[in-house]
């Protein structure tokens, strides 16, 4: 079992934020592996909270590598979290990311600043439903032998998936012929991808009536 991050942004550009999260966090002596797709989810608020206070939030799970302890990869998300600008004076405001150490392996660790697994993991759809889609046979330390596939059937949220479309034939009712050149088509994948496509949909025969497959 490895070791997995979640991660949360509801405050500038969501998903700028999220992506500069898992590069810095690179830069220490820890791999990401895998990433989940991301999801979004209401902000949970406390009772008369200030209006703008409600904003949703974009997470992600993520795989990781690394030969450090717990406590010093918690302390290199502290340095992250306030490079990318959190500020914590208060609890449930919005924050530009927020990363939690969700699972450690098959370890189970209470220290004062942290516990793995995360003490609310199997309250929070929001921090599951990334994970299952990472590992959804995964089994949580300490708990029932049920996994996560098996904890997702209780869950509200539903994991969509963004498919992107590229026409590489010249008739395409759409775009025919336009994407024929590779410095075209190469940019045109890349920017559905940074705009949040999971899937890239290559069409590589007309079927437009009369069209030449």
């Not at 300490?142 to 996560?148: D, F, Q, V």
């Not at 209780?154 to 024929?180: A, R």
Request: net charge negative.
């Amino acid at each position: 079992m490895g070791i997995y991050l979640g991660l949360g942004s509801n405050l500038g550009d969501r998903r700028s934020n999220l992506s500069r999260a898992l590069t810095q966090l690179e830069t220490k002596e820890l791999r990401v592996t895998r990433v989940s797709p991301v999801i979004e989810s209401a902000a949970q608020l406390p009772e008369n909270c200030p209006a703008e206070w409600d904003q949703p939030f974009l997470n992600l799970a993520a795989e990781c590598e690394t030969e450090a302890a717990p406590e010093t990869v918690r302390s290199w998300i502290g340095e992250i979290e306030q490079g990318l600008g959190r500020v914590d004076n208060l609890h449930w405001a919005p924050r530009p990311i927020d990363i939690d150490i969700l699972l450690w392996g098959e370890a189970e660790l209470t220290t004062k600043t942290l516990t793995v697994p995360h003490a609310r993991l199997r309250e929070r759809d929001f921090v599951l439903a990334p994970l299952i889609a990472l590992e959804p046979r995964l089994i949580v330390p300490g708990t029932a032998r049920a996994s996560l596939l098996d904890w997702s059937r209780k869950l509200p949220t539903h994991i969509p998936l963004w498919m992107g479309i590229l026409n590489v034939t010249p008739d395409s009712f759409s775009d025919g012929g336009e994407l024929l050149d590779w410095k075209h088509l190469e940019p045109h994948a890349m920017g559905m991808i940074n705009a949040g496509a999971h899937i890239i949909d290559v069409g590589g025969e007309s079927t437009r009536p009369g069209g030449n497959p």
